[in-house]
């Protein structure tokens, strides 16, 4: 795979002016950056040629969720902008190329904010959090796909300074997967898939190879918030730290067994449903 280069300050990117980096990954870097109008926003790169190409997945996601103005699309970030670009490399001194997507500002991710408020939220922040979170997810299951990769790091706070520090925002659909069909209808879920997500925030049915449907959210999202919220049983303490994909269906002796029958509902349930 051939390394993404780095974008020095100052350095022009289709209309974007690259302010500084903001982060980086396994597959790409976001950084802050700026149009001629004096527009900040976020500016993710990855390669051309990655193996496991993310931002194209997510550029068609956001183009979507751009059709969602009001109600539940406040959740999401605009798609500004997106391309390709080839800058030179530094250190190489030769011409790369990347593919790139521009966005909209967010704030601080949620892991940070429950960090800093010491691994646990209020009973109201958890409550207005989780439901805030069930509607973002609705309206991303309205343009018909599943996030695949739902965890405190994927979602965010809005800026201070757009005065949305009480809104809950939606990010990384990279590993998102189209669930509907052009006239509506659902795919049929698939006999057996690979793992997509993190190990340690995936619903058991991921680990168990099975497809994500929209069910699994309605309860991962409970699973998620209900610690910061009720002082219950927890799982046993190996649980953040389980390396391998599968390993988690050994904590099925630690969940409550109707729990578990609930992650297992079938492919087509609704979260109405439940």
């Known amino acids: 795979m051939e390394e993404l280069v780095a974008l020095p300050p100052g350095i022009r990117v289709g209309r974007w002016t690259i302010t500084k980096k903001l982060g980086a990954g396994a597959f790409g870097a976001v950084y802050l950056c700026v149009n001629d109008e004096g527009v900040q926003a976020a500016l993710k790169t990855e390669p051309v040629n990655t193996p496991h190409p993310l931002l194209v997945m997510e550029a068609h996601v956001m183009t979507k969720l751009d059709t969602l103005r009001d109600g539940d699309g406040k959740h999401f970030c605009r798609c500004l902008d997106l391309g390709r670009d080839e800058q030179r490399d530094q250190q190489s001194g030769q011409m790369k190329k990347f593919n790139y997507i521009v966005m909209s500002l967010v704030g601080r991710g949620l892991d940070g904010v429950v960090k800093e408020a010491g691994g646990r939220l209020s009973l109201g922040s958890a409550v207005g959090v ?91 999202c409970g699973g998620k918030f209900y610690p910061h919220i009720v002082p219950a049983r927890r799982a046993p303490a190996v649980a953040p730290s389980l390396p391998i994909v599968g390993e988690c269906c050994a904590l099925r002796s630690a969940l409550n067994p109707r729990f578990f029958a609930r992650v297992a509902l079938n492919y087509y349930t609704k979260p109405c449903e439940l």
Do not use: C, W
């Open 130 to 220: 989780s439901i805030q979170m069930l509607a973002a997810l609705r309206g991303l299951h309205t343009v018909g796909y599943l996030h695949r990769d739902i965890k405190p790091g994927n979602s965010t706070i809005g800026r201070p300074e757009s005065n949305e520090i009480r809104l809950l925002y939606l990010i990384d659909f990279g590993m998102a997967r189209k669930y509907t069909k052009d006239d509506g209808s659902q795919h049929r879920p698939r006999a057996a898939t690979n793992f997509r997500g993190s190990p340690r925030y995936a619903a058991i049915s991921a680990h168990l190879g099975r497809e994500y449907s929209r069910v699994v959210y309605g309860t991962k």
